[in-house]
Antibody, heavy 120, light 111 residues
Framework: EVQLVESGGGLVQPGGSLRLSCAAS????????MSWVRQAPGKGLEWVSV???????YYADSVKGRFTISRDNSKNTVYLQMNSLRPEDTAVYYC??????????????WGQGTLVTVSS | QSVLTQPPSVSGAPGQRVTISCTGS?????????VHWYQQLPGTAPKLLIY???NRPSGVPDRFSGSKSGTSASLAISGLQAEDEADYYC???????????FGTGTKVTVL
């Protein structure tokens, strides 16, 4: 069974750091495109970052320079390192597997999400 | 600020048909990128509902259908059921932003 399990969320002060983890089972993360998507309380979905199977990474402008996506193939796990956190980064963070071709990239499997709260 | 615009809410009685629009621009839907749709039930993670404009993943009822034309796309729910009450999001890729974009989201209420 394909499954994604996020962990690492919590309460952090503005300017602080946090690392989220996404453990995958039922498939290999290194052979897939993996993304992070977030949802602020009561708001819509916002794509955050993607790591392609070849290792290339992309970020939304709102997190560029502050967040870093990576993966550990031996642990079949994807990470999101979040630095210089701001109150507006408060959200549920979802890990998602992507299907990709040039004209079509979509999220076909989602984790349950982990809540990040940035507040003093 | 999302680049894909959806109506905030739509409603219908059980058995009725409702449609949700998703309006983009020449850098996303109009550029030829596919549109995909997700259903998010209260308190749960989003679930892929329609991919590649009009395709349903295994297990999604055929009451759900999608289409795309020009710079817009639509999701139709026919034979509306109480269990369809949820938030729905469209999604595509934007070449100007070099990233994936979601619609503003639509809450479907079954009267």
């Amino acid at each position: 069974e394909v499954q994604l399990v996020e962990s690492g969320g919590g309460l952090v002060q503005p300017g602080g750091s946090l690392r989220l983890s996404c453990a995958a089972s039922g498939f290999t993360v290194s052979s897939n495109y993996m993304s992070w998507v977030r949802q602020a309380p009561g708001k819509g979905l916002e794509w955050v970052s993607v790591i392609y199977s070849g290792g290339i990474t992309y970020y939304a402008d709102s997190v560029k320079g502050r967040f870093t996506i990576s993966r550990d193939n031996s642990k079949n796990t994807v990470y999101l390192q979040m630095n210089s956190l701001r109150p507006e980064d408060t959200a549920v963070y979802y890990c998602a597997r992507m299907y990709y071709d040039f004209w079509s990239g979509y999220f076909d499997c989602w984790g349950q999400g982990t809540l990040v709260t940035v507040s003093s | 600020q999302s680049v894909l615009t959806q109506p905030p809410s739509v409603s219908g009685a059980p058995g009725q048909r409702v449609t949700i629009s998703c309006t983009g621009s020449s850098s996303n839907i109009g550029a030829g990128y596919d549109v995909h749709w997700y259903q998010q039930l209260p308190g749960t993670a989003p679930k892929l509902l329609i991919y590649g404009n009009s395709n349903r993943p295994s297990g999604v009822p055929d009451r759900f259908s999608g289409s795309k034309s020009g710079t817009s796309a639509s999701l139709a729910i026919s034979g509306l059921q109480a269990e369809d009450e949820a938030d729905y999001y469209c999604q595509s890729y934007d070449s100007s932003l070099s990233g994936y974009v979601f619609g503003t989201g639509t809450k479907v209420t079954v009267l």
